[in-house]
């Protein structure tokens, strides 16, 4: 697997956990949900006076699409992201034979085969397509 590709990835994770860092604010990440065209926060929606963190249309006479936007919104709230970027860069590890504990993978019960590494280059093209449309995406790494 080349080495730019896992570089670019773990550039893209980096971002995405950024902005949801921001995204955040002060505090642990939230769980946000959609209600009609109105983005909310999970710790706030209970109370009836709570604004929402984000529109998508008109809160009376909304169309379906803009609740769909909403809920869109909702499902890649600040909590869904870190935990994503946290499970690729666990499967960036896993292609990259790193492990923090310092055991070899096969001392681990896990194996190293040339199968595997095909396995996982192939992963890691198909993570980075997502990211076709970056100017650092190199069209040598689709899969």
């Given at each position: 697997m080349p080495d730019a590709l896992v570089a670019f990835l773990r550039a893209r994770l980096a971002e995405r956990e950024a902005t949801a860092l921001a995204a955040s604010g002060a505090g642990p990440a939230p769980?946000?949900?959609?209600?009609?065209?109105?983005?909310?926060?999970?710790?706030?929606?209970?109370?009836?006076?709570?604004?929402?963190?984000?529109?998508?249309?008109p809160e009376i006479g909304g169309s379906d699409e803009d609740a769909a936007r909403a809920e869109h919104i909702a499902l890649h709230d600040p909590a869904h992201t870190l935990r994503e970027v946290a499970a690729v860069r666990g499967l960036l590890d896993r292609c990259e034979g790193a492990h923090t504990d310092g055991t070899p993978p096969a001392a681990a019960g896990r194996s190293s085969t040339g199968g595997e590494h095909a396995g996982t280059d192939i992963a890691a093209r198909h993570l980075a397509l997502q990211y076709a449309d970056h100017p650092d995406y190199l069209a040598e790494w689709r899969p």
């Amino acid at each position: 697997m080349p080495d730019a590709l896992v570089a670019f990835l773990r550039a893209r994770l980096a971002e995405r956990e950024a902005t949801a860092l921001a995204a955040s604010g002060a505090g642990p990440a939230p769980s946000w949900q959609a209600l009609g065209t109105g983005v909310y926060s999970l710790t706030d929606s209970l109370a009836d006076d709570a604004p929402p963190l984000a529109t998508t249309g008109p809160e009376i006479g909304g169309s379906d699409e803009d609740a769909a936007r909403a809920e869109h919104i909702a499902l890649h709230d600040p909590a869904h992201t870190l935990r994503e970027v946290a499970a690729v860069r666990g499967l960036l590890d896993r292609c990259e034979g790193a492990h923090t504990d310092g055991t070899p993978p096969a001392a681990a019960g896990r194996s190293s085969t040339g199968g595997e590494h095909a396995g996982t280059d192939i992963a890691a093209r198909h993570l980075a397509l997502q990211y076709a449309d970056h100017p650092d995406y190199l069209a040598e790494w689709r899969p």
